[in-house]
């Protein structure tokens, strides 16, 4: 009964004097059925309880996919409970890049990705996330039936051009192109940019084969699935 007291004490707003994101209580980034789904679940009574920055990365570094919530009964993810434990924690900047910056554990990165987009300031956001758009390890994702395939730099993209996520409606990021027309963001210099240039030329002097007769394979800059991804082995969803 007191450990279902202080969850709802979390949740309250009223007299809350821990760190505020956005104005408020952390915790009021998540949608309140979610929320609710999330303090009832085993998972968060039984491994997040008594969390602090260290073991919550041990818990972390034990998840075997994201998503959000799943299943007839909608429970919620163990990836999403943990995100919700790091609003409650709110740990120090340098604990959150160093959860995204190590590079064994690739869902403690994306949960570090995750956290960002949700309490970071839009050019704190981009000039964090956007050089893990070159990791391309897969990830598995938990949809609300069964699992599908995606990959850590996809997963970096939704981040940065959607506004819901892991069953979490983001607050509305501005487009990169409007943060340039302010100058508070450089542009945006492609690690393809050469690639591209010399395709462009090839397409200007009227050549579309290469010297062999085949088809030239043209590079997609996107930040999805035609950057670095082996689509041979695209079922194999437990791959790296």
């Avoid at 919700?84 to 554990?105: A, S």
């Amino acid at each position: 009964m007191a450990h279902q007291a202080d969850e709802k004490r979390m949740l309250d707003d009223r007299g809350y004097t821990g760190t505020l994101i956005r104005g408020a209580n952390p915790l009021l980034l998540f949608e309140k059925p979610v929320r609710d789904r999330i303090v009832e679940s085993m998972y968060w009574k039984e491994q997040c309880f008594g969390l602090n920055a260290a073991t919550l990365c041990d818990r972390a570094v034990e998840l075997e996919n994201i998503g959000g919530i799943y299943g007839a009964a909608q429970k919620p993810s163990k990836f999403l409970c943990l995100a919700f434990k790091l609003l409650q924690l709110t740990p120090e900047r340098d604990i959150v890049l160093h959860y995204l910056r190590q590079q064994e554990w690739k869902y403690l990165r994306a949960l570090a990705a995750f956290y960002i987009r949700l309490c970071w300031q839009p050019k704190e956001i981009f000039e964090t996330l956007e050089p893990f758009l070159a990791d391309y390890r897969k990830l598995k994702r938990r949809a609300r039936e069964g699992f599908a395939l995606t990959y850590v730099d996809q997963f970096v993209d939704d981040l940065l051009t959607k506004d819901r996520v892991c069953a979490t409606s983001l607050w509305k990021l501005p487009p990169r192109t409007q943060l340039e027309d302010l100058d508070v963001l450089e542009p945006r210099i492609s690690p393809l940019g050469e690639e591209l240039e010399d395709i462009d030329a090839d397409r200007q002097d009227g050549r579309t084969e290469d010297d062999s007769g085949s088809d030239v394979e043209v590079l997609d800059d996107g930040h999805g699935l035609g950057n670095g991804h082996d689509h041979d082995n695209d079922t194999d969803v437990d791959g790296d």
